[in-house]
């Protein structure tokens, strides 16, 4: 049957499954299959859905600005449509954007607006939803124990609700708070969950995206072994639902590996390549950490001032996203650094 002879909820189902499956392409094509048989003319509620959802996997490909359009028009569907549900995930999702690009005011006020709508309408999962994604962006501050007491409230909620697919998200943000601070143990048990949830699931994406972590917490640990296997799926299956941003994160962390190996040379044409992948993400904590890891390498190869020029960049993307601990740390590098 051709997609004009489907109805639109069959054709957003098809869409899911296949983003699931990691067909991203094939997934934006029947998202548009169905907001064309929908028609965008039309006050029905369910657009807004349709919209934010092709936003959210625009979003993982790292194609921020398209997200940000599909999250703004699922906005206005929602406002006419009269769908106060549909307008609190808007402004959740825009909100994610916004903290994506640093703009950490216009993203904590959208996520409050969001809640509120939220409670209003007793969407508890989305409720919880907002709830992690404040503890992502309270993790970036610096403020860990805020960002644990948001993560732990999150996943009681999911764990109760029996709610697999957010409990694999708040899972992985913990892991990625664990291996921040330090706790490389706690960080793998909270990555094999969401990655046994993923697997369970069926969810290619982000079975990637936490493998990637955890390859992060295997560098952190000492595992350059395990780091580098793991790396290398994440890195693969990301290029082939063609999203850019996961490839940048995975070559960021390919690129660390090789400089700890002392692979100079390769570390360097590696985090090129992240940095090229990146472009267009707008993800400015990214950045922030390549340009970072960029001073770290020119440092190993004895080069101080390409490594002052990185990391004093780093620092400035730190301090303009919001991360202090991350800026505090870069500052003590330069430092650090002959006169």
Same mark, same amino acid.
């Given at each position: 049957?051709?997609?004009?002879?489907?109805?639109?909820?069959?054709?957003?189902? =098809?869409? $899911?499954?296949?983003?699931?499956?990691?067909?991203?392409?094939?997934?934006?094509?029947?998202?548009?299959?169905?907001?064309?048989?929908?028609?965008?003319?039309?006050? !029905?509620? /369910?657009?807004?859905?349709?919209?934010?959802?092709?936003?959210?996997?625009?979003?993982?490909?790292?194609?921020?600005?398209?997200?940000?359009?599909? /999250?703004?028009?699922?906005?206005?569907?929602?406002?006419?449509?009269?769908?106060?549900?549909?307008?609190?995930?808007?402004?959740?999702?825009?909100?994610?954007? +916004? =903290?994506?690009?640093?703009?950490?005011?216009?993203?904590?006020?959208? /996520? &409050?607006?969001?809640?509120?709508?939220?409670?209003?309408?007793?969407?508890?999962?989305?409720?919880?939803?907002?709830?992690?994604?404040?503890?992502?962006?309270?993790?970036?501050?610096?403020?860990?124990?805020?960002?644990?007491?948001? /993560?732990?409230?999150?996943?009681?909620? +999911?764990?109760?609700?029996?709610?697999?697919?957010?409990?694999?998200?708040?899972?992985?943000?913990?892991?990625?708070?664990?291996?921040?601070?330090?706790?490389?143990?706690?960080?793998?048990?909270?990555?094999?969950?969401?990655?046994?949830?993923?697997?369970?699931?069926?969810?290619?994406?982000?079975?990637?995206?936490?493998?990637?972590?955890? &390859?992060?917490?295997?560098?952190?640990?000492?595992?350059?072994?395990?780091?580098?296997?793991?790396?290398?799926?994440?890195?693969?299956?990301?290029?082939?639902?063609?999203?850019?941003?996961?490839?940048?994160?995975?070559?960021?962390?390919?690129?660390?590996?090789?400089?700890?190996?002392?692979?100079? !040379?390769?570390?360097?044409?590696?985090?090129?390549?992240?940095?090229?992948?990146?472009?267009?993400?707008?993800? $400015?904590?990214?950045? &922030?950490?390549?340009?970072?890891?960029?001073?770290?390498?020119? $440092?190993?190869?004895?080069?101080?001032? &390409?490594?002052?020029?990185?990391?004093?960049?780093?620092? !400035?993307?730190?301090?303009?996203?919001?991360?202090?601990?991350? +800026?505090?740390?870069?500052?003590?590098?330069? $430092?650090?650094?002959?006169?």
């Amino acid at each position: 049957m051709t997609s004009e002879h489907r109805q639109p909820s069959e054709l957003v189902e =098809q869409a $899911r499954s296949a983003e699931k499956a990691g067909h991203s392409a094939k997934a934006l094509g029947l998202f548009d299959d169905a907001l064309s048989a929908l028609g965008e003319g039309s006050a !029905d509620p /369910y657009i807004a859905d349709v919209l934010r959802w092709k936003g959210t996997l625009l979003r993982e490909r790292g194609e921020t600005e398209g997200a940000f359009r599909c /999250y703004t028009r699922s906005l206005e569907h929602a406002r006419l449509s009269g769908s106060i549900g549909a307008e609190a995930h808007a402004l959740n999702c825009q909100a994610i954007i +916004f =903290q994506r690009r640093g703009e950490n005011k216009e993203a904590e006020r959208h /996520y &409050a607006e969001a809640a509120a709508l939220a409670e209003m309408v007793g969407d508890a999962r989305l409720l919880g939803m907002i709830q992690q994604n404040r503890g992502v962006l309270a993790n970036m501050h610096g403020d860990f124990g805020a960002a644990t007491e948001l /993560y732990s409230k999150s996943l009681d909620a +999911f764990e109760k609700a029996g709610d697999a697919e957010p409990l694999s998200w708040v899972l992985n943000n913990m892991g990625m708070l664990h291996t921040k601070t330090g706790d490389f143990g706690e960080a793998r048990i909270c990555f094999a969950r969401a990655l046994e949830i993923a697997r369970q699931r069926g969810d290619t994406i982000v079975q990637s995206v936490v493998s990637l972590n955890l &390859a992060e917490a295997w560098v952190g640990a000492g595992r350059l072994d395990l780091a580098d296997v793991l790396c290398a799926q994440a890195l693969e299956e990301a290029q082939r639902r063609d999203d850019h941003l996961t490839a940048a994160g995975a070559l960021k962390v390919r690129a660390s590996i090789e400089r700890r190996r002392g692979a100079l !040379d390769k570390s360097i044409a590696t985090l090129r390549i992240a940095i090229y992948e990146a472009e267009g993400a707008e993800d $400015r904590l990214l950045h &922030a950490e390549m340009l970072r890891e960029l001073g770290e390498i020119s $440092r190993a190869v004895g080069n101080s001032g &390409a490594a002052r020029s990185a990391l004093r960049e780093a620092a !400035d993307a730190f301090k303009l996203t919001g991360a202090t601990r991350d +800026f505090q740390d870069v500052e003590a590098q330069l $430092r650090s650094l002959p006169s």
